[in-house]
């Protein structure tokens, strides 16, 4: 047997805070006692709904204390929980309700989903009628029961589940939670959708540990900087591009609030020096982490160095359980010593397969171990760093490309904040890098000269062949840079479909 996943939510003493909840119509608060309440509520509801067979719930809502109760609810009564990104489409949306063989819908939104079949709006009259106030034990599990299936984004293609097992997630929780020194007394800040890996796993290992969590309904600048500021929170975690807008919009005006953020973990996508020194203006006592995770192979990977050595800036760090991972070469070959390779993982986090989907599974897992398709370097010391995605690079000219490389240069100019590269087509060398930058200060940029001074930097065929001064990069839904979009710009502002280059 296992450990039912909602175990999780004992970490702390009945009174003790756990949940604050920041929404624009107010703030709510919860403690232990009253989270766990909640939870027995509509657990108890849910299992007699379904007559205690397994089940599964959607969820379709933003971040609120209903979703962390609901996602908590849904396993402790024996279900499965499926968080859905509430803003897609309705046709993407219609896919993976019949993907996933969605039992009961949840969701915020009467307007967009209470149409559908078995849904139940949040705060309805039906909603209000699911609360059976009592004790509710967590339903015994296996150790390959299904806690939880998250979707991928879909960035190359459409959406896959990734079911993760009680046990599994039991295992990286309790692997996080080491990380923190003292558990009780930390504030952990939550703006990423909770249809997110990230979101889920901050909360898993806050609540685990005894510590309490701030959520927010999404991400704005404005009120990231604010929940840090009222709530006084001291473990942050963000994407690159959602730091460099509290930058921006923060400015010289940093409250000094800021000055408490113990730990500030930065994922998700590649970043440079630049973005560090930033995150140490706002953040001037924070250990900042490049963190990384995926959502077939969990969030626990790396820690720190076993001989306590400083992790470098730009490093995940070191392999927190080195025999969990291994760096493949090109040529099939095991990385050893300093070098580069495909990161893949072999952990009880891992999942078995892809929802639906045996045939993309045995593509990525072999004996248990999970292909990333993610480029990671060691260095001499063994810690590990970031490259990219090789779903990301692309060939120019016959040289592999892959975008963070060309970011991790541009970034490196003192006139820009931050870059984003993507390919375009173009008739000789069948793509080349186009950047999106984002100038210091709003200053205007010479984007002429940038290309010039990036071929002092590094190799030629590395240079972008153009340079678009943006305001902002955009985000997509999950928080990330929003790279399909920022493709279709470049390609028509470089010529729509085919540009020809002499570079």
Not at 64 to 80: E, K, N
Not at 284 to 296: K, L, M, R, S, V
Not at 324 to 331: E, G, I
Not at 462 to 475: G, K, N, Q
Request: proline share 7%; aromatic share 8%.
């Amino acid at each position: 047997m296992a450990n039912n996943l909602s175990d999780v939510l004992f970490g702390g003493k009945a009174g003790d805070l756990a949940l604050i909840e920041s929404m624009d119509a107010g703030v709510r608060t919860f403690t232990y006692g009253e989270l766990n309440a909640r939870v027995n509520a509509l657990g108890r509801s849910l299992k007699a709904r379904f007559g205690g067979a397994p089940f599964r719930v959607a969820v379709l809502a933003r971040n609120s204390a209903d979703y962390v109760a609901i996602y908590f609810a849904a396993m402790r009564a024996g279900g499965t929980v499926v968080p859905f990104n509430w803003r897609a489409s309705d046709a993407a949306i219609d896919f993976l309700l019949r993907d996933a063989a969605i039992d009961l819908v949840l969701t915020d939104d009467a307007e967009r989903h209470g149409r559908r079949d078995n849904v139940v709006v949040i705060g309805s009259a039906a909603w209000q009628s699911l609360q059976d106030e009592g004790p509710l034990d967590p339903v015994s599990v296996g150790e390959d029961d299904i806690a939880q299936i998250l979707y991928t984004s879909g960035s190359t293609g459409t959406p896959k589940g990734v079911p993760l097992s009680h046990a599994g997630q039991y295992w990286a929780v309790e692997e996080g939670a080491k990380l923190v020194a003292d558990p009780a007394s930390y504030r952990v800040l939550v703006a990423a959708p909770l249809f997110h890996m990230n979101a889920l796993f901050n909360i898993k290992r806050t609540f685990h540990t005894g510590g309490s969590v701030v959520v927010l309904p999404g991400f704005t600048p404005a009120g990231f900087a604010r929940a840090i500021d009222t709530f006084r929170c001291d473990w942050v975690s963000g994407v690159p591009t959602m730091i460099a807008m509290l930058a921006r919009h923060l400015g010289d005006d940093v409250p000094s609030a800021f000055a408490r953020v113990r730990f500030l973990f930065i994922g998700s996508a590649p970043y440079g020096d630049n973005l560090v020194a930033e995150a140490r203006r706002l953040f001037p006592n924070a250990e900042i982490a490049n963190f990384y995770g995926t959502t077939e192979a969990g969030p626990t990977v790396y820690g720190r160095h076993p001989d306590g050595r400083s992790t470098p800036p730009l490093s995940c760090g070191y392999p927190l359980i080195p025999e969990n991972v291994r760096l493949v070469a090109a040529d099939g070959s095991p990385v050893t010593g300093e070098g580069e390779g495909t990161l893949h993982m072999r952990t009880p986090a891992t999942m078995t397969g892809y929802l639906n989907r045996p045939e993309t599974s045995a593509a990525v897992l072999k004996d248990g171990w999970y292909d990333s398709r993610d480029i990671i370097r060691q260095d001499a010391d063994g810690f590990h760093y970031f490259i990219g995605r090789a779903d990301d690079m692309f060939i120019s000219g016959g040289h592999n490309i892959y975008p963070a490389e060309v970011e991790r240069v541009l970034e490196q100019h003192p006139a820009i904040e931050q870059a984003i590269v993507v390919p375009v087509p173009d008739d000789l060398k069948h793509e080349v890098p186009a950047a999106f930058v984002v100038a210091r200060g709003g200053a205007p940029l010479d984007e002429e000269a940038v290309k010039a001074w990036f071929v002092t930097q590094a190799d030629p065929y590395l240079h972008p062949r153009h340079v678009f001064a943006v305001p902002e990069i955009p985000l997509a839904q999950t928080n990330k840079v929003d790279r399909t979009r920022l493709k279709a710009e470049a390609a028509a502002l470089s010529g729509r479909d085919r540009v020809t280059s002499a570079a």
